[in-house]
């Protein structure tokens, strides 16, 4: 679900360098949910331990934030809070969504087909509360600092980017463009390849900024959120029928103003107003960021009972030291 609104948006490829000594907010949420249906078997089952645990999203962490953090990225990661009532629709479409993809899988199973198993198999992610709390265990072990939000995660990614307490949200959704947020960060999580229809393409970090997407676009970010209403958002799923961006991109640079732009729209089945002032006001705090300090014996520990190769931890782990080590001679010289 989310927002889609990638084929309007300006952005530039970068490198990880080029983030070395930011600090990035990252929608915690995206991030494990990615892990957890990218990391996986061919027949798409996930990382598991000998107990049947899921590991894919501690993998994912562990492996995939070491080498962002030997590149000198500083990371907070931040998770949803209260979920807001109109969001019950898109996770009601998610569910229906998820028993689909179940009937397709179980059928490709019986037939043996490991493409198709693995293809729905991913659509069949859960994030519980058992994964939130070793996700954040872990994350804070490595020296990560861990946000909780009151509400939405990347609403509170977006506020601490917008008070310079970050430089840029990282998300693969567009939604914090929306919430304000002066820069967003693509890619930074996923493979350098992704495979489609026509085979693989590399995949690069992008950076997404806010100010030069509506000035590429000739709107004010009140019309944004309005461009994203009419297009569908968590908050409105599926928008205004027969609306996609590039149609609510005339719509509101001819309306510009929200009670105008939806003043046309006399049947719609949602209060834009509400779902306005989700993106406009949302339930956001204060957060003074402390990164904690690095504890080896406790990654150890948790990994370690997830039945990690000992081994891999420590040459993860040394290669951390390293890029400590380096940085500081260089802040040194």
């Known amino acids: 679900m989310g927002l889609q609104i990638g084929n309007i948006v300006v952005r530039k490829g970068i490198e990880i360098s080029d983030l070395k000594g930011k600090t990035l907010a990252v929608d915690a949420f995206n991030t494990i949910y990615q892990f957890l249906s990218t990391i996986r078997q061919p027949d798409g089952t996930p990382l598991m331990d000998s107990k049947k645990r899921i590991t894919s999203h501690l993998s994912g962490l562990f492996y995939r934030n070491i080498n962002l953090m030997k590149e000198g990225l500083k990371l907070v990661y931040v998770f949803d809070g209260k979920t807001p009532r109109l969001k019950a629709g898109t996770h009601e479409k998610r569910e229906e969504t998820k028993d689909k993809a179940f009937e397709k899988y179980e059928k490709a199973r019986q037939e043996e087909n490991i493409e198709e198993m693995g293809k729905y198999a991913k659509q069949l992610t859960y994030l519980d509360e058992e994964k939130i709390k070793e996700s954040k265990e872990l994350l804070e072990a490595m020296g990560i600092e861990v946000v909780q939000a009151p509400g939405e995660g990347e609403a509170e990614a977006s506020f601490l980017a917008s008070n310079k307490q970050a430089y840029a949200v990282a998300s693969q959704d567009y939604d914090s463009l929306l919430f304000g947020a002066p820069i967003l960060v693509q890619n930074l999580t996923l493979a350098r390849k992704r495979k489609t229809i026509s085979g693989y393409v590399s995949i690069g970090p992008e950076l997404i900024e806010l100010e030069k997407v509506l000035n590429s676009l000739q709107i004010n970010l009140d019309q944004l959120i309005c461009l994203g209403i009419l297009c569908g958002t968590d908050y409105n799923p599926g928008g205004i029928k ?31 107003q509400e779902v306005f002032s989700l993106f406009k006001k949302p339930d956001v705090r204060e957060t003074e960021i402390k990164f904690p300090k690095i504890n ?10 997830h039945d990690f190769s000992e081994e891999r931890i420590n040459s993860a782990l040394e290669k951390l030291e390293d890029a400590k080590e380096k940085n500081k001679q260089k802040t040194l010289f």
Request: aromatic share 10%; net charge positive.
């Open 296 to 305: 080896k014996e406790k990654i150890k520990k948790i990994l370690l009972e």
């Open 242 to 272: 027969g609306i996609g961006p590039k149609k609510a991109l005339i719509i509101v640079k001819d309306k510009k103003a929200p009670a105008l732009i939806f003043k046309q729209f006399p049947d719609m089945d949602f209060d834009w």
